[in-house]
């Protein structure tokens, strides 16, 4: 049984350009889950690819189905924008996934799925670098969001408070001030975590891996 690895940050963490190079980089087999939003689709992104863009009437009727695995709505500027995982055909056993989460829908996953197949990956970068960057991507959109922008990065104080993290068993941190330094140490983790995952199951321990993360930053 494959794992599925969350990224998850900040606003402006640079997560989902890290999940783009890794599975362009494939450092193991890596298959993509791609979640929904009802949220407009940005200048940048392709529907299908970032996110399946959907409307509300979508949502709630593949909440009818029961296909819904997790749901966030964010109380925006601009209205209520939800965000959700669906299970629906892409996730297979015998595969290995990446996908961008946050912690709360991480903590739905792993609930779902299981806690020895779901983990997590956490992007890390200095406020005052992540805020810059953040002001810099809005200003390239048609329509600059910027009030948007403030609700999201005060928000994530809350959303990705330390004591969430660790309730959450987040303790290792992928520092992206150094993009490619990131995506090697990345990349070197997810080899080693699979090398575990194959030597548990040589050894009969009937569990995909119980990865112990480096207990430190390299």
């Known amino acids: 049984m494959g794992n599925i690895y969350c990224i998850m940050g900040k ?7 890290i999940y783009k190079r890794l ?8 298959r993509s889950i791609v979640t929904y939003t009802t949220r407009p689709i940005r200048s940048e992104e392709q529907d299908g690819v970032e996110y399946k863009f959907v409307t509300f009437d979508v949502l709630k009727k593949m909440r009818k189905q029961g296909v819904v695995i997790e749901e966030r709505c964010y109380h925006t500027v601009h209205g209520d924008w939800y965000y959700f995982t ?14 961008v989460q946050t912690p709360e829908g ?8 299981g806690r020895s197949r779901v983990r997590p990956l956490y992007i890390e970068v200095e406020d ?3 805020l810059a960057r953040a002001v810099e991507r809005e200003r390239l959109e048609a329509i600059p969001r910027y009030a948007e922008l403030c609700r999201r990065y005060i928000a994530d104080e809350a959303d990705f408070a330390e004591p969430v993290l660790l309730s959450l068993g987040i303790e290792k ?8 330094k990131c995506i090697a140490e990345l990349s070197e983790d997810l080899k080693e975590f699979l090398k575990a995952s194959r030597q548990n199951e040589a050894a009969g321990k009937g569990e995909p891996g119980k990865l112990i993360y480096p207990p430190k930053n390299k």
């Open 86 to 99: 669906a299970d629906d055909g892409q996730i297979k056993d015998d595969e290995t996934y990446l996908l």
């Open 128 to 130: 005052g670098l992540r």
């Open 11 to 17: 606003s402006a963490s640079g997560k989902d350009t």
């Open 106 to 113: 991480y903590k739905a996953l792993r609930d779902y799925f």
């Open 23 to 30: 599975l362009d980089l494939q450092p193991v087999s890596l």
């Open 173 to 180: 941190r992928y520092q992206n001030a150094d993009f490619d």
